[in-house]
């Protein structure tokens, strides 16, 4: 405190300045012309008091960091003087990441027409330990507003039913455009596969011949090098189909507005991008960007418009709103783990488990759906390519093959744990050396042509371990009869005449066909050894291409590494116990191993078993699976987060987790709300709205009764609903002003601020004369009657009615009903419970600017 009765003293030296004068302020402070000593005293005293407010609540000193002004901001006009920092998205003060402002609407008001808006150009950093300023929140509250309320009176209930078939037309659009994307996703990474090994082996069994292995070598590495290429520069031209794009539809999904995220343009990257990327042979999946694709989908279809092309169909306009596109994102996942796995019923439980925040019978029903007509789609057009159309039993892009008679013994519930174990522990290294990596890659390979570099440095070096594994295995010859009952190509290289190169073939292979090999092929079929080198080679490699500049996935590879040790376990107890080869298959413990890495690494346990147990299309394999699961999410969880939860936290997004945990009650609405806050008057002058909007990025606003008098008094009239930006905005653009005594008339529509859904016009496209600043808004049709908390209510009281409810803005009011603060979801994501090797901690997070 002695620091801030230290700034108090400087602050004193803030007095009025004539018109036309610099004012001599150090701090971010806004005086009017004439203010007294003494009112400058008062302004300064709130500030204490609000510090102390915070030193009470926490119990520690809290310090008091005055922002410097720059007078190149400074506005005037006949009777204010405003002053903003350099940055607009900086506060006057900030305490521990908490925004305050002062209450005073009319100290922001400017009469100069010409300001500029100060330059939004910040460098944002990102971290676990901070929460990045620049993500919003997506507003899924149901609207209340007057207006709202006479659209559906005017509409009636047959419209209601209208919405409700839309719905389902929406979802089987959805359905199908997921399916066929997934189709030609699938073709074209066969084909594309199929022409490089084909060139690649001719190439080979001439040179073998000729001495000239070189060629091949070279050959495979620029075709590699040449597809990752152009994998890179979709990338660069779109980054935010970069990676698998799951982290992403989960922050969606959990109400953050992530840029770009459902755009035109993320979709044609995400798409070219995993194709090019997984023929050019990396260590990557197409099924995780398959997810953020149908999410893109339904996101597009949805609204009857894209905004990237200018196409607005004028159909659909209903479902222009957060909170609807919204529920059609989850069901656009839901089809892509559908199409990507062939599991509709998994694709359901991903999205409950993994994605939305919301979740009622009726959005079941229609993720279901979606998910359904996603297989079906995909299984029919699949079986018109392959040759037998109307043969619906393909099983997706991913075909594992069917266990059948696979039988398990009491006895190995034991193993089934420790392979748990085993794929925790490994899910836990890769999950923290990605992280190492990831931090590295922030720090100094932060240059596009330093990003490309590196993607072509794993593009040949994926190809140099290859050839070396090749070479290091040619003397592992098989015959090629028990390849054939997998109906899939085998290299013969090195091997004579009738057999096959065991390592070549899953080499020269996919990602999903080498899985299948792992597990259908017959016991002796792959070397220990190999299969050793292998595991570390391949779990190297995919842990250093996960993050390079690719739109990439990660179920397969994570698949093929506990494939490879969970065979290479069913060959040492096939070895120990070779009188008990019907139990201990290597092929059944290669499955187990895959289901256990997958969960070590993703940390999924219900939504993954479905899957695989829909993939394999063995039932009985169901409790295995289930075991191996959830022993291997506990045993990872003991040391760090999931995979997607790390990169999300990297990414310093305010994501919310299902609940908060019972200690924190000893946190109340105090502790975490950001105050005083910015009110608005329900009849608010044009010029007041107008000021605080180019002077403050905040997106929502408290509506007060506006008889109350808000120059003087900090806590200004009774709390009557909340008014959003892009609403304000939308009332000054249209013009829908009053004199101050007369009546408002002519109401907007729900249709005008649904027309720039979801670009919304920002405050530099709005112009006003001078005539129309002395005009007044009437804000009570337009406001929302937003829920409220008590003051004294504790943070898990907070938290459920804030995740449950999925607001944006959670207003703190007093006995009263008057407003004391704001809670939004940065307020809430600063505090995080930190798990760690069995410990369990309350840590608060810095928001950067």
């Given at each position: ?35 007294t ?74 009469a100069n ?73 699938d ?26 292995l ?9 075709i ?12 660069l031209?779109?980054p ?9 539809v ?26 090019f ?30 905004s ?12 222009r709103?957060?909170?609807?596109k919204r ?21 359901v439980?991903f ?16 993720i ?5 007509v ?15 159309f ?13 266990f ?43 240059k ?35 390849q054939l ?17 065991t ?17 259908h ?52 107890l ?57 022993v ?18 990297l ?27 910015i ?52 009332i000054?653009?249209?013009?829908n ?30 112009h ?19 829920y ?5 209510s ?12 999925g ?13 004391v603060?704001?809670i ?26």
């Amino acid at each position: 405190m002695l620091e801030s009765i230290w700034t108090l003293l400087n602050l004193i030296r803030v007095y009025t300045k004539k018109r036309g004068e610099k004012p001599d302020f150090e701090d971010g402070l806004i005086v009017r012309n004439g203010t007294t000593v003494e009112h400058v005293c008062r302004m300064v005293h709130r500030t204490l008091v609000d510090q102390f407010k915070y030193a009470l609540a926490w119990g520690t000193s809290v310090k008091f960091s005055p922002q410097r002004v720059g007078l190149s901001h400074v506005l005037q006009n006949e009777d204010v003087i405003c002053l903003m920092t350099d940055d607009e998205s900086e506060p006057l003060l900030r305490d521990n990441g908490r925004q305050h402002t002062y209450t005073s609407l009319n100290s922001y008001i400017t009469a100069n027409a010409n300001t500029t808006q100060p330059s939004s150009n910040t460098t944002f950093a990102s971290g676990e330990k901070l929460l990045s300023g620049r993500y919003e929140s997506l507003d899924y509250e149901c609207d209340e507003s007057e207006i709202a309320h006479m659209e559906e009176k005017r509409l009636g209930y047959q419209h209601t039913r209208r919405l409700v078939v839309l719905k389902w037309f929406i979802m089987l659009l959805i359905g199908i455009s997921t399916g066929l994307t997934a189709v030609f996703v699938d073709y074209t990474v066969k084909k594309l596969t199929k022409f490089k090994f084909s060139y690649v082996q001719n190439k080979l069994d001439y040179c073998l011949a000729e001495h000239c292995l070189f060629q091949p070598y070279l050959a495979w590495i620029g075709i590699n090098m040449g597809m990752v290429l152009v994998a890179g520069f979709l990338i660069l031209w779109e980054p935010v189909a970069r990676g698998s794009g799951i982290p992403q539809v989960k922050c969606y999904l959990n109400g953050v507005a992530v840029p770009h995220v459902l755009r035109l343009k993320a979709l044609v990257a995400k798409v070219l991008g995993v194709i090019f990327a997984v023929s050019g042979g990396l260590a990557v999946g197409k099924e995780g960007p398959m997810i953020h694709s149908g999410a893109i989908i339904a996101g597009g279809i949805s609204q009857g418009k894209s905004s990237s092309l200018k196409i607005d169909l004028h159909i659909f306009k209903y479902f222009r709103t957060d909170k609807h596109k919204r529920d059609f994102v989850a069901a656009g996942a839901a089809a892509g783990v559908a199409a990507a796995f062939g599991a509709p019923v998994g694709g359901v439980l991903f999205a409950l488990e993994e994605g939305a925040s919301f979740f009622n019978q009726q959005l079941t029903w229609f993720i279901f759906f979606a998910s359904m007509v996603s297989t079906f789609t995909l299984n029919v057009v699949l079986s018109a390519i392959e040759g037998h159309f109307g043969d619906l039993s393909s099983p997706g892009l991913i075909n594992f093959g069917l266990f059948k008679d696979v039988p398990y013994m009491w006895f190995e519930l034991p193993l089934f744990i420790l392979v748990g174990f085993i794929g925790g522990i490994f899910g836990a290294v890769f999950n923290q050396l990605n992280l190492r990596l990831t931090k590295f890659r922030h720090h100094y390979i932060n240059k596009r042509w330093l990003l490309v570099i590196e993607l072509l440095l794993v593009a040949a070096t994926t190809v140099v371990i290859a050839f070396l594994l090749i070479i290091g295995t040619m003397n592992e010859c098989r015959p090629i009869k028990t390849q054939l009952e997998l109906n899939s190509p085998t290299i013969q290289l090195f091997c004579p005449d009738g057999q096959y190169n065991t390592m070549a073939t899953i080499v020269f292979s996919t990602p999903e066909q080498a899985v299948r090999n792992l597990f259908h092929s017959e016991i002796g079929t792959y070397n220990a050894w190999s299969l050793l080198a292998f595991c570390i080679v391949y779990f190297c490699l995919t842990c250093w291409t996960y993050g390079v500049i690719v739109s990439s996935g990660l179920f397969i590879p994570s698949l093929l590494i506990g494939a490879s040790w969970g065979r290479l376990i069913g060959i040492i107890l096939h070895t120990l116990f070779p009188t008990s080869v019907k139990y201990f298959d290597p092929g059944k413990y290669a499955l187990f191993g895959a289901a256990s890495q997958l969960g070590g690494t993703m940390r999924m346990t219900i939504s993954l078993a479905v899957i695989l147990i829909e993939a394999t299309g063995d039932i009985v394999l169901g409790l295995p699976i289930m075991i191996v699961l959830t022993v291997a999410k506990l045993t990872g969880d003991y040391f760090n987060e999931g995979f997607f939860d790390i990169h999300i936290a990297l990414q310093s997004v305010p994501f919310l987790p299902w609940e908060s945990e019972a200690f924190a009650s000893q946190l109340s609405a105090l502790s975490i709300m950001s105050a005083p806050v910015i009110q608005i008057k329900t009849v608010e002058k044009v010029e007041n709205i107008y000021c605080v909007l180019r002077s403050e990025s905040h997106h929502g606003f408290p509506v007060v009764d506006h008889h109350a008098d808000n120059i003087t008094n900090q806590r200004s009239g009774t709390f009557q609903g909340i008014i959003l930006r892009h609403q304000l905005i939308t009332i000054l653009r249209k013009r829908n002003f009053i004199s101050f005594n007369d009546n408002l008339r002519d109401y907007l529509t729900v249709d005008d601020f649904r027309e720039s859904y979801p670009r919304h016009p920002s405050i530099e496209s709005v112009h006003l004369t001078n005539d129309e600043r002395e005009l007044y808004c009437d804000l009570r049709p337009y406001m929302n009657l937003a829920y409220t908390v008590s003051h004294r209510s504790t943070l898990p009281r907070i938290f459920g009615m804030f995740r449950g409810l999925g607001l944006r803005h959670l207003v703190v009011v007093n006995d009263k009903n008057e407003v004391v603060g704001m809670i939004t979801r940065k307020d809430l994501a600063r505090f995080r419970m930190k798990h760690r090797k069995g410990h369990t901690s309350i840590e608060e997070l810095a928001i950067s600017n």
